[in-house]
């Protein structure tokens, strides 16, 4: 699976007669589309995704983007969004109409959350949070107008990993829609589609695009999910810079090398972590004393470098002195460049079905490309500063 991927990445979206030979696409800049007469104006089609109609409908550069993260995501058909949250709040749009029940995970990435709060309730959805390990206990839940369930795995700053087959099972024979955020492991590591998903979402910003300077989104639907997500996604406008859609093609060249590297030095990082008195417990599925490393084995093929630290002790003082000193570890929102990140997090803010029982503020960080052994000096002195400040 892995070397086929590997190739995929590297062939999906590419046609060398498109682009007369050149090994990437040309960035195609398109608002008006000329038509050569009368009668081929009136034969195109709005959604004709063989030759441009209208440059918001798509350009073979979106195009080209959105079948290549398809293809890697291994679902049908792909919509390009300005944004990772542009792509939620169109996928949700897509599939809750006033009166409809949506179910949605209590660790999702905080603005999907405000998404249900300050959108989807004031225009008449109901909304539930349900306990990220909850797994098939879902069908609790359920009611006759659920119709959607929305996932991330594992959820945002606290890594918590859902049974998504069970979820997704129940959600099916509930006639329910499962919408999952699969930023975190990005199309390479989980595969949606083949755990009963029916559409995934990329925050493209992150590994996709891969170097901090993107804004992007990528939603990728299976067949039966494809007409109202590309429906819905035509009528509230959306669509994305060409500019920033070549540079997410780019990085989805190399996104299998850089995802190996950001693992295994975040898997050291979280080892070494581990080990530390000040550490109470490192979340991470990928390492064997997490809860989720069951179902993480089980459902996933690698791990992000993205993961988090509660501490036995904690203050907002000393997370500040840690941070502050750092060299590598900037600080700031966002992940999934090349560069290391920290962060503080306070999980229990943003949950309701569920309690958040370790200390806070967590710390969140991103693990990136630099040699691992600086990196690890740098939590160390950054651990001193946080002790001499609790
Ligand atoms: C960052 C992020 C998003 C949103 O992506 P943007 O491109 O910043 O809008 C969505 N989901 C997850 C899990 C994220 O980390």
């Known amino acids: ?22 090994v990437n696409l040309p960035v195609y800049r398109a608002s008006t589309i000329l038509f050569p007469t009368y009668a081929a104006l009136r034969a195109a089609h709005p959604l004709q995704t063989d030759k441009p109609y209208y440059g918001r409908r798509g350009t073979p550069t979106s195009w080209a983007f959105a079948d290549a993260v398809a293809e890697i995501e291994g679902g049908s058909k792909a919509w390009v969004y300005p944004s990772g949250l542009a792509a939620i709040a169109g996928a949700l749009l897509a599939f809750l109409d006033k009166g409809d029940h949506l179910l949605t995970m209590d660790s999702v990435y905080e603005p999907t959350r405000v998404v249900c709060e300050k959108l989807l309730k004031k225009k008449g959805v109901e909304v539930d949070y349900f ?68 559409v995934s979402i990329q925050a493209a910003t992150k590994y996709i695009a891969g170097h901090s300077d993107a804004m992007l989104g990528v939603a990728t639907a299976n067949e039966a999910a494809w007409p109202r997500l590309r429906d819905a996604a035509g009528v509230l406008g959306q669509c994305a810079g060409p500019d920033d859609v070549f540079l997410g093609l780019r990085g989805l060249r190399t996104l299998g090398v850089r995802l190996r590297r950001h693992q295994e030095t975040a898997l050291t990082l979280a080892a070494w972590l581990e080990a530390r008195p000040e550490v109470r417990r490192v979340l991470y599925p990928a390492l064997p004393s997490d809860p989720g490393h069951a179902i993480w084995t089980r459902d996933f093929s690698g791990a992000s470098g993205l993961f988090g630290v509660a501490f036995e002790r904690t203050s907002e003082t000393a997370i500040a002195a840690m941070l502050d000193g750092f060299k590598h570890f900037g600080i700031g929102y966002s992940w999934g460049g090349f560069e290391s990140l920290a962060l503080p997090a306070w999980p229990s803010r943003g949950r309701t079905a569920t309690t958040w029982r370790d200390p806070e503020p967590i710390l969140r960080l991103h693990a990136g490309l630099e040699d691992v052994d600086d990196l690890i000096a740098d939590l160390d002195a950054g651990l001193a500063r946080f002790r001499a400040a609790l």
């Open 1 to 22: 699976m892995a070397g086929k991927d590997d190739t995929t990445l590297i062939t999906a979206g590419r046609d060398s007669e498109k682009s007369l030979g050149a």
């Open 131 to 198: 306990d990220p390990l909850i797994g098939e206990g879902i069908a609790a839940l359920f009611r006759p107008n659920t119709a959607a369930v929305f996932l991330e795995t594992p959820g945002s700053l606290t890594f918590e990993t859902p049974d998504v087959p069970a979820i997704a099972a129940v959600a099916k024979s509930r006639g329910a829609t499962v919408i999952l955020d699969n930023t975190w492991a990005s199309p390479l590591f989980f595969k949606p589609f083949s755990h009963g998903v029916d």
